[in-house]
């Protein structure tokens, strides 16, 4: 696999050369940068989009100490990469009058992390690493990296709780089924720090087009309790016909089901069982 770090040098060989350097654990960016100028030449000096330069050059720095990059690692480059160039994109727009040369610099580095990211992108287009080929489905709608990631979750090779969800919603528009089967593994397998409210409203939908109106009315209580998203009583209510004894019952299930969620205990829960028996 060939890549790149700055225009023209590609990064399995900047890695080898890195070799030549040594470690360097400094945790801020500013010393990293005086100790790896490479890492750091290519990008602009001021204060504009610091956040997204300070991201992209741990990531070249955890990748130079890295001898084989795993394609998860070239994905979040990537990822950190894309985002640098579209802030620094928009500073390039930005004129500064006292100090023209500032809005040069950042207009070359705009330039140049355009240029890095467009053979970061050729480099790995073909590449059947899983995250790799995600990357190029779900950011280029690259239709032949789809095809890799759909079967990959067939063969059961996918745990990554952002892909799950992502083909999740890919289905909601083609196999209904499989959308609810992957909602529901979502569920299981997330944790109060990755979980997404969205994702019950995935399986309310789902739930709705085909027809269980109960579940449709239990997942999108269940979303509300979770978020500041509001729904209209009337309309919950048209849901179950108004039926007032088991709106409360059906309240109570949501309650519970949010409890769990929060609690990250929801795959061994009575809740979850019941759900997954009715779905």
């Known amino acids: 696999m060939r890549l790149n770090f700055v225009i023209i040098t590609p990064l399995l060989s900047l890695l080898a050369i890195f070799g030549l350097f040594g470690c ?18 290519d990008l602009h000096r001021d204060s504009w989009c610091r956040y997204e330069r300070a991201d992209l050059i741990r990531k070249r720095f955890a990748l130079k100490n890295t001898p ?18 579209k802030c620094i994109e ?3 727009g930005v004129q500064h009058i006292m100090h023209p040369e500032r809005t040069n610099d950042r207009v070359r580095a705009f330039g140049i992390s355009a240029q890095n990211l467009q053979q ?19 950011r280029l709608n690259d ?9 990959a979750q067939q063969a059961g090779l996918i745990e990554d709780i952002e892909i799950l969800a992502s083909l999740a919603s890919y289905y909601q528009k083609s196999n ?7 909602y529901l593994q979502l569920l299981d397998q997330s944790d109060p720090d990755n979980f997404n409210p969205d994702w019950l409203l995935g399986l309310a939908s789902i739930y709705h087009q085909q027809n269980d109106l109960e579940k449709t009315y239990l997942f999108s209580k269940a979303n509300v309790l979770m978020t500041r998203n509001t729904a209209s009583d009337a309309k919950m209510n ?22 769990h969620l929060k609690n990250g205990d929801y795959a061994s829960s009575e809740i979850r069982a019941q759900l997954n028996t009715s779905s």
């Open 24 to 41: 360097d654990n400094a945790a801020n960016t500013a010393t990293i940068c005086k100790n790896n100028p490479e890492l750091c030449d």
């Open 238 to 259: 048209a849901l179950i016909k108004g039926n007032q004894q088991l709106a409360q019952f059906l309240d109570e299930q949501a309650d519970t089901l949010v409890e």
């Open 143 to 151: 239709q032949a990296a789809l095809s890799r990631v759909v079967k």
């Open 176 to 182: 209904l089924n499989k959308a609810k089967v992957l």
């Open 68 to 85: 084989s990059p795993s394609g998860k690692q070239i994905y979040q480059h990537l990822i950190n990469l894309e985002n640098y160039s």
């Open 90 to 92: 928009l500073a390039a």
């Open 120 to 138: 970061l992108r050729d480099t790995t287009k073909d590449n059947p690493d899983l995250y790799l080929s995600y990357y190029h489905w779900i």
